[in-house]
């Protein structure tokens, strides 16, 4: 009878490790023609949009980052200063190939309007690391399986303090917080909220794009400290099919208007049939730009 058991376990062993084998083995093989199918894609960015590899030092990480920069049409030949938007998960934003397969099309949709006389802006698209899940969390999340030690609240200030002065010096820049938007989607939707409140001095408009505000709570409560608050933009846009998302945002629209910012100066889009993907913030960034950058 102990054989048997012994005999039983010992098998149910084999046959897991087995099945973990094959599985890592289905998996690399998806992962390999993942790439290979990537490789055939071709490059879609604008010819105005710049990769700047490796070229701004991140001191609290002792590394270099890179930036994904669009400069509008004839800014080379004009001598206009340009509003500037700092959008988070930079590579998602310009090109399919460096995004394997989706992008927001954030060049095409300025271009666009562009020829149509509407007020352009530069976009410095900052990467991600590897880190993502602690550089998108200004503060840890409530959740027990969550990260409890993060960085968001650095990396933010890197934007702010490290990022922006060196695009100002570099480029035709209207650098008042007016024309200084922040941007970003899911964690980066809560960061750019966390930004426009805690750097209200920089940051005068935000792209609140699917907010993972189930993070911590406590962000409903940062705009207490914030003076500039009846002075800013912010556009929220989400996926009608992430209710919990679209609930946080309805949450954080009433909690504001109550502290007195103006409706007029809030907005929210709800996609529908859409959920937490990169379509939802493509068509939200075509619909919010001429809205955020209008004088309503």
Known sequence: MKKTIIYSIIGLLVLGLGYKVYANIQKRKAEKAHQEWVATLPNTASPNVHILTDTIHVPYLNEKRTLALYLPKGYESDSMDYPVIYFLDGQSLFDQKINEGAEWKVDEVLDSLGLLGQQQAIVVGIYNSERRMKEYKPFPSTRWYSDWIVS????????????????????????????????????????SYYMLMEYSHVFGKAFVFSPSY???????TLHEDNPNLIHQKIYFNAGELETPTVDGIRKMEQILLDFGMPAKNMKLD???????????????????????????
């Open 152 to 191: 968001g609240d650095l990396h933010a200030d890197w934007i702010a303090k490290t990022v922006k002065p060196w695009i100002d010096q570099r480029y035709r820049t209207q650098p008042q917080p007016e024309s200084t938007m922040i941007a970003g989607a899911s964690l980066g939707g809560l960061m």
């Open 214 to 220: 189930w993070v911590n709570e406590v962000v409903y």
């Open 270 to 296: 709800v996609e529908k049939d859409l959920g937490h993907w990169h379509m939802t913030w493509e068509k939200g960034f075509q619909k919010s730009y001429p809205w955020m950058v209008s004088d309503d």
